[in-house]
């Protein structure tokens, strides 16, 4: 509940329409841009509160996490925080790294050595200069550093708690100086009680995180594991204090490098329900907006 002197909607509808006639900016969308158009013109960007994100195991919800951050980044002048469970933080750079530079996940992971014998010359003695493959990694990392520095990855376990999570909040604002934060939480099932049934524990964790998302005034993204393959707008019922459920679906078309998902926006309450298609270069961690499903 918000402390300071009650006031009638009367008394702070003047306030509210001047802060309104002062913003000159003309915005395509009211909330923060992800980076991916579709999307914004179905949430009318993204603003405060929870943004629950589901799918089955697999599906690519952790890369479309990640990739939202990144770009929401890019785009916005906010900081972000991302808090995982099942990966590490050197597991999220190689995403990073693979989707910026277009080398593969699994080469990244192995190392210079690997990219230096695979593209190019083998490495001479006395040689300084590295061939392309690792020459890109480097460049685009260095090129990334401005975004990233206002990105903060915490590695959570299971003594993780919504309090640990208020009070990482509070730091990375005052590290990054600025009020304007997004949070994600990927896998937000292991906040819950594990000795509730997952199906029993999603409205419970769902009223945390939506609170939590309302008390600190920033968009909340989590991920939540689809275990039963229900119609999408079934889970607009099971979370219904989220101000948006977005289930995302492979749905079935692929060719040797990529996979189509769709992500069906079933609960919104600041645009409009809607099925957005994506497809997604899992070996590059890379997901990229497409227009019309195939």
């Not at 929401?72 to 989707?99: G, H, P, Q, S, Y």
């Not at 919504?162 to 100086?177: K, L, T």
Request: proline residues 4%; charged residues 25%; glycine residues 8%.
């Amino acid at each position: 509940m918000a402390n300071g002197p009650l006031k009638s909607e009367g008394a702070e509808i003047d306030g509210f329409v001047a802060a309104l006639e002062a913003a000159h900016d003309v915005r395509d969308v009211a909330g923060w841009r992800s980076g991916f158009a579709a999307l914004d013109r179905a949430l009318n960007g993204l603003s405060r509160g929870l943004y629950l994100l589901i799918g089955p195991s697999g599906s690519g919800k952790t890369a479309f996490a990640k990739q939202l951050a990144d770009q929401m980044l890019r785009v916005n002048d906010i900081a972000a925080l991302f808090f995982t469970f099942a990966e590490l933080k050197d597991d999220l750079r190689v995403r990073t790294l693979a989707r910026l530079s277009g080398l593969e996940t699994h080469e990244i992971r192995r190392g210079a050595g690997y990219l230096l014998h695979n593209y190019g010359a083998a490495k001479q003695p006395g040689a300084d200069e590295p061939p392309a493959g690792w020459d890109k990694v480097k460049a685009v990392a260095a090129e990334a550093k401005s975004w990233l520095a206002r990105l903060y990855i915490i590695e959570c376990d299971l003594t993780s708690t919504y309090d640990g999570i208020e009070r990482q909040v509070a730091a990375v604002r005052q590290a990054a100086n600025t009020q304007h934060l997004l949070a994600i939480i990927d896998d937000a099932q292991r906040l819950g009680d594990g000795s509730i049934a997952i199906d029993a524990r999603l409205p419970l964790v769902v009223e945390r995180l939506s609170d939590l998302a309302a008390r600190l005034e920033l968009p909340l993204l989590a991920t939540w594991p689809e275990s039963d393959r229900d119609p999408p707008q079934r889970w607009a019922e099971r979370a219904p204090g989220a101000a948006a459920v977005m289930v995302l679906r492979d749905n079935g078309s692929s060719d040797a490098f990529t996979r189509r998902l769709e992500l069906h926006i079933v609960k919104n309450r600041g645009g409009e329900k809607a099925k957005v298609a994506f497809d997604f270069t899992e070996n590059l961690s890379k997901i990229i907006q497409v227009d019309r499903p195939r």
